[in-house]
Every structure is written in structure tokens, then in C-alpha cells.
Nanobody, 124 residues
Framework: QVQLVESGGGLVQAGDSLRLSCVAS????????MGWFRQAPGKERDSVAA????????YYADSVKGRFTISRDSAKNTVYLQMNSLKLEDTAVYYC????WGTGSPREYDYDYWGQGTQVTVSS
């Protein structure tokens, strides 16, 4: 079993930055592609960013390209989401997910394990 624990969410103002972290445990970290998803109130959960097992390939949703950066630190079993120039529309619960032997897919159904989510609220 794999456990994913997100942290780093909070209340910020538009234009600010936040860094989300997700610590994985239970299986070797470098066997997983990792993804970040988000769900705003009343909306479906959408892909934000993903990274393959080695960190050599990344994916970003168009809405966050140039503002968000996904990275991973295998020594710490952690994946990060650096979020800069935050906008009101970035407000959502952000979820970390792990895809066993995956390539860094934006598809929710490819992911095998999910964290509990962390709230990000951007105010004007």
C-alpha cells in the first residue's frame, strides 16, 4: 500500500506563490510517475501537472504553463508543485497522485493512489 500526504496549501493573495509537497511512503518512490490534480467547488477534478518516474518528462495543463513547476526529489520521496503568480481561478483542493510504473499521464484514471488533498485559496 502507498500513502501520499500533501502539505503546503493555504490562503494567499493573487500574485503570490505557494509550494505544495507530497510525501510518498510504502513502496520505492522511483517506481511511480506522480501527478497533481485539483478540484474547484462544483467542478470536476482536473489534471494540473505530472512528472515521470525519473523526472525527465513533465506535463502541464495549459492553464498553469509558465506559472507552475512540478519536480521530484527521490532522496526525500517527495514531489513538489511550485505555484507562482497565483490567480483566483487556482483556488481548489489540490491532490497528489501516484501512477505505478507510469509515464506522467494527465489522465485521472491512470493513477493508482491518491492523497487526501490540500486546500489552496487565492484571494483578491
Amino acid at each position: 500500500q502507498v500513502q501520499l500526504v500533501e502539505s503546503g496549501g493555504g490562503l494567499v493573495q493573487a500574485g503570490d506563490s505557494l509550494r505544495l509537497s507530497c510525501v510518498a511512503s510504502g513502496r520505492p518512490f522511483n517506481t511511480f510517475a506522480m501527478g497533481w490534480f485539483r478540484q474547484a467547488p462544483g467542478k470536476e477534478r482536473d489534471s494540473v501537472a505530472a512528472i515521470n518516474w525519473s523526472g525527465s518528462s513533465t506535463y502541464y495543463a495549459d492553464s498553469v504553463k509558465g506559472r507552475f513547476t512540478i519536480s521530484r526529489d527521490s532522496a526525500k520521496n517527495t514531489v513538489y508543485l511550485q505555484m507562482n503568480s497565483l490567480k483566483l481561478e487556482d483556488t481548489a483542493v489540490y491532490y497528489c497522485a501516484a501512477d505505478n510504473w507510469g509515464t506522467g499521464s494527465p489522465r485521472e484514471y491512470d493513477y493508482d493512489y491518491w492523497g487526501q488533498g490540500t486546500q489552496v485559496t487565492v484571494s483578491s
